[in-house]
């Protein structure tokens, strides 16, 4: 019994030895197979926008990469190779993302694509062969990064020139002068406008006005005063030392009359006919005026004062008729010239 005990623990043994060896042989077949199959995976790093994605597959197509991963590309996006990979056993892609960037210029809206990467906005004006000249105004500035969605304006700014001419009014002056008749008036100088130059830079923005910049202004003429001389009449002195002033002076013819000449003795406004009472002509010295009247030369004889009250037929014109007490003062006197003031 003791025997067969020991023989029946000995195969046992045989038989434990044979399956330890034949799961020891799987495992190791197992683990091999494993490090050949882990060997032949790639790894990815694929760098889009501000993320990293790391895939590790046996994949070699790497569109199929993407899809598999759910990075999809939109028309005028690209994928290239990484710019600074240091780590060789991984192949590292960079996504380059287009997005729009809309310029505004003369009059249209253009609409370009970018792939950031700090373009500004000076370099996607050039790359799309938008020209400037040194006065146009840029927005946002020149040196500015393009983002997703900007819009850039240019404003196009021209120059003009304009040159306004302006009248410079002229004065009046106004001269008193005695010598002639009160309220008359004489232009002895004839008024002249001056000029005023102002010198102007037009500034447009896309063909309209934006600024008037005045740059010079001067007189380019001066204006000439007007002058006019107004009558102030003047005054006359009587032998008696009594100071008339008269407004208007005429140089006549004076004859003379007398009761004896008319045969009557109430004047056309119906005064008593007298000395100092004189005929007129009332187109030119209204009646009821107040005279002082004398020779021409102002010495020769004087008839002093009198007022306009009677007319004649014959008296017409620059013409009185004085009267006199007596037909012989006025035969004595006859036909003379004189000078007529009349009186304010």
């Known amino acids: 019994m003791l025997l067969r005990a020991m023989e029946r623990i000995g195969k046992a043994r045989r038989n434990f030895k044979s399956h330890l060896l034949l799961m020891t042989s799987l495992i190791l077949s197992t683990l091999f197979l494993f490090q050949i199959v882990t060997g032949m995976q790639k790894t990815y790093a694929i760098y889009d926008g501000g993320e990293v994605l790391f895939i590790s597959t046996f994949e070699e197509d790497l569109d199929k990469i993407l899809q598999e991963n759910g990075i999809i590309l939109s028309d005028g996006d690209a994928v290239v190779a990484a710019a600074q990979n240091k780590n060789p056993d991984i192949q590292a892609y960079t996504i380059r993302r287009q997005f729009p960037v809309f310029l505004i210029c003369d009059g249209t809206v253009f609409v370009y694509s970018s792939y950031g990467e700090n373009e500004s906005v000076v370099s996607l004006l050039e790359r799309n062969k938008q020209t400037l000249s040194p006065a146009d105004i840029v927005d946002p500035p020149l040196t500015a990064a393009v983002e997703d969605g900007m819009i850039i304006t240019i404003t196009r700014v021209t120059y003009g020139d304009e040159t306004v001419l302006t009248d410079i009014p002229f004065d009046t002056v106004v001269?008193?002068?005695?010598?002639?008749?009160?309220?008359?008036?004489?232009?002895?100088?004839?008024?002249?406008?001056?000029?005023?130059?102002?010198?102007?830079?037009?500034?447009?923005?896309?063909?309209?006005?934006?600024?008037?910049?005045?740059?010079?202004?001067?007189?380019?003429?001066?204006?000439?005063?007007?002058?006019?001389?107004?009558?102030?009449?003047?005054?006359?002195?009587?032998?008696?030392?009594?100071?008339?002033?008269?407004?208007?002076?005429?140089?006549?013819?004076?004859?003379?009359?007398?009761?004896?000449?008319?045969?009557?003795?109430?004047?056309?406004?119906?005064?008593?006919?007298?000395?100092?009472?004189?005929?007129?002509?009332?187109?030119?010295?209204p009646l009821g005026s107040r005279l002082y009247i004398t020779s021409a030369d102002g010495k020769s004889w004087v008839y002093g004062y009198a007022v306009a009250e009677d007319t004649g037929g014959?008296?017409?014109?620059?013409?009185?008729?004085?009267?006199?007490?007596?037909?012989?003062?006025?035969?004595?006197?006859?036909?003379?010239?004189?000078?007529?003031?009349?009186l304010l």
């Not at 202004?217 to 002195?237: I, L, W």
């Not at 007490?325 to 003031?341: D, H, Q």
């Open 175 to 285: 001269i008193s002068d005695e010598s002639l008749d009160y309220g008359r008036q004489v232009r002895d100088v004839e008024g002249v406008a001056g000029e005023y130059r102002e010198d102007y830079t037009l500034v447009y923005h896309d063909g309209k006005l934006a600024e008037r910049i005045l740059i010079t202004e001067a007189a380019t003429a001066e204006p000439v005063d007007e002058v006019y001389r107004a009558g102030m009449g003047g005054s006359v002195t009587a032998r008696d030392g009594t100071v008339y002033k008269w407004k208007k002076k005429l140089t006549v013819t004076a004859t003379a009359y007398s009761p004896d000449c008319d045969g009557g003795i109430v004047t056309a406004i119906g005064t008593r006919a007298r000395v100092g009472a004189i005929a007129v002509d009332p187109k030119v010295i």
């Open 314 to 342: 014959a008296i017409k014109g620059n013409r009185i008729d004085l009267f006199f007490n007596t037909l012989s003062e006025a035969n004595s006197f006859g036909r003379k010239k004189a000078i007529v003031y009349v």
